[in-house]
């Protein structure tokens, strides 16, 4: 259903408060269509009527196609923006009045000095912007304070995490002193020498090993001679029984 006749002021306003809420909008022939969120028709507007937006440069107001194909097309580069107006027939949005007629139909500013009423005064003071733009930025400078403190704080946990923690000691002091005490007392035993243990002695030189070689070779050889005449002594006694027993 077509609205009546409406100010340029409140086509502004119903726009803008339908963006905010997330409402869709469309363009359908001659109108703009506004639906409620389920999806419903809730009202239509001439798309070419006019808003209470005027432009810095040129001495009129911008329509609803104009300034709602603005806020649709704010992301795009501006010669895209330029073939999307030429191809949705829409007046285009000067550079220098995008910014801040899109911050308005966000709802990021409350107002702006570009708004003028049914007598063409600026439908806010400066002074009054000003103020609302100085709350908005020490609200954002805040939240960007708190953002720096965040992330610092983040920094500063991934270094100590990157930190090289201390290897643990395979040994404490006390077995430390343990050890250096049983090494103490092992090296103050005496160790029993052989002619095998001789041979792997600290103060082994070679003519001690020399004079073990030449003691070991006399014990073999007098085991040696040992068996010798056992065995001879035997082989003897043997043999005179054999002969005592031919006798007999």
Known sequence: MASATITPL??????????????????????????????????????????AYYSKKLDKSYDLLAVYTCFKHETLSFSDYVLKC?????????????????AYLKGDIESSLQILDANGQPTTKRGEKDRRSGAKKTREDA???????????????????????????????????????????????YVIRTRTTVLDAHKTKFDNVI???????????????????????????????NNCRYID
């Not at 030429?86 to 899109?102: N, Y």
């Not at 007098?222 to 002594?233: G, N, P, Q, R, V």
Request: glycine residues 2%; positive net charge.
């Open 143 to 189: 939240k960007e304070s708190s953002s720096v403190k965040k992330r610092k704080m983040l920094q500063e946990q991934e270094k100590e995490q990157e930190q090289p923690r201390p290897q643990k000691q395979d040994k404490t002091l006390s077995q430390m002193e343990t050890e250096a005490k049983m090494k103490r007392m092992m090296d103050k035993e």
């Open 86 to 102: 030429r191809e949705e027939k829409a007046a285009m949005v000067s550079t220098v009045d995008k910014k801040e007629l899109v």
């Open 10 to 51: 409140a086509a502004l306003r119903a726009l803008r408060e339908h963006l905010i809420a997330g409402k869709n909008v469309s363009v359908e022939d001659e109108f703009l269509v506004f639906y409620d969120v389920g999806g419903t028709e809730n009202h239509r507007l001439p798309k070419h009527s006019a808003t």
């Open 211 to 241: 004079q073990t070689l030449e003691l070991v070779n006399a014990e073999t050889k007098e085991k040696i001679e040992k068996a010798t005449k056992a065995s001879a002594l035997v082989a003897t006694t043997t043999a005179r029984k």
